[in-house]
Nanobody, 126 residues
């Protein structure tokens, strides 16, 4: 069982930046690929970014490529999502998730992830 706790969300103006953090409860954090997803009101949860176990491989949704950066510090059991050039359409609840299997073919698929945090709200104003 892995418990994940996100932080760092908030209200920011368009063009601004935020950094989300997600800390995991287990020392075996490095065994998990980690992902960030988001869900806007009335929409399905969608993939944002993911990192391989070591952080050597990263993956992004086209909508955030070039603006968001995922990184991780395995020694601190923490994964980050640096979000720059934020847009109103980035407004959503952001979730981190842990994938114990790691297949790069399915890294962007919600069912690949066994453990989820409670989410943190990001609101981007115009």
């Amino acid at each position: 069982q892995v418990q994940l706790v996100e932080s760092g969300g908030g209200l920011v103006e368009a063009g601004g930046s935020l950094r989300l953090s997600c800390i995991a409860s287990r020392r075996t954090f490095s065994f998990y690929a980690m992902g960030w997803f988001r869900q806007a009101p009335g929409k399905e949860r969608e993939f944002v970014a993911a990192s391989s176990r070591s952080g050597g491989n990263t993956y992004y949704a086209d909508s955030v490529k070039g603006r968001f950066t995922i990184s991780r510090e395995n020694a601190k059991n923490t994964v980050y999502l640096q979000m720059n050039s934020l847009k109103p359409e980035d407004t959503a609840v952001y979730y981190c998730a842990a994938d114990p299997v790691y297949s790069n073919s399915y890294i962007n698929a919600t069912p690949s992830y066994d453990y989820w945090g409670q989410g943190t709200q990001v609101t981007v104003s115009t």
